[in-house]
């Protein structure tokens, strides 16, 4: 469906040579574990020996859910928009954390019900939130491919500003519940395996929400392609990242991918175009209940295992130094000859 998104495949002559570079410096062959694996993906993304960060950038996608309003979210609908506001402000978590490591910041309103400000925010809202996919579809088919278009726009425009590593990070009351259906569509898995406490529901609150779940699924019963799931249960803010994600790779830009609500935009644009997953890192696994099995379904395997739940790319933010570690030891390790070492026996 998405033609545009054109996406090569690695070069694997490309690995050899990567893996040639690595076996060469200062350590016992795969020493360096996930961060060899990393070193080698970077450089087969950059088509290049000697891999470089440009730019790194974390964009953070915006909406409002309707299905906010059966009480699956143990919040408010209008945290949504006073996070933007304290986004804006530099006071969230993924603000400090860009801060302290070097990351460039931007805010998406792809769909927030009412901003307090739009000052500092970037305006791409495609409506004011989604409809509640309890019996209804969250969005039209027109209004899904405008998200999509949002977040391949987003990532089009930081290129275009020089940058090469890009994570994604979301906010949006709600978005658990989302992701946990869109998990089950594209998966064929029963909703009750891929619901998860989200900001903090408590047993009862978890009942509930599955109930509410089970319901809209019921309501949504059929096979369907992973857009037409988005589009069913999804949120603007995901859509948006699936764009995002797929233009991404369209580029050979890295992607850094967060927590269990960007995993499950991973998801949808993995079974757009299965080619996407070469230019993602995932970033953690996080608490959120079926962030793991997720991750599984990607075949991923991720840097970090924190019990991370917040969302807002933070968990990508946080392992950003770990890829930034790869690209150093790829650059700057000594050789076994440089530095007059002796190889492993025979
Ligand atoms: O990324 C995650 O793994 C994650 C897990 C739990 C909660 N969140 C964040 O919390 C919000 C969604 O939680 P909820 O309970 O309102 O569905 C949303 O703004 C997410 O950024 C994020
Ligand atoms: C305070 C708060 C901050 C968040 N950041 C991402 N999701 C969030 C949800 C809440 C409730």
Redesign the pocket.
Known sequence: MHNKFVIEALDQGLAEALINKIDLKTKPQGSLGQLESLACQIGQIQQTLEPEIRQPKMIVFAADHGIALEGVSA?PQE?TAQ?VQNFVNGG?AVNVFCRQHGLDFEIVDVGVGQLLSEQGVQLCKVANGTKSFLNADAMSKAQCLQAIDVGAERVAQAAREGSNLLAFGE?G?ANTASAAAIMAGCLGLDVSDCVGRG?GLDDQGLQHKTAVLQQAMQYHQGEYSAQQWLAKVGGFEIAAMVGAMLEAAHRRIVILVDGFICSAAALVASQINPLVTQYMIFCHQGAEHAHQRLLEALEAKPLLDLALR???GSGAVLAYPLVESALVFLKEMASFDSAGVSRERD
Do not use: K, S
């Open positions: 919040f945290v996070m969230a906010m009351i900001t917040l969302g807002e």
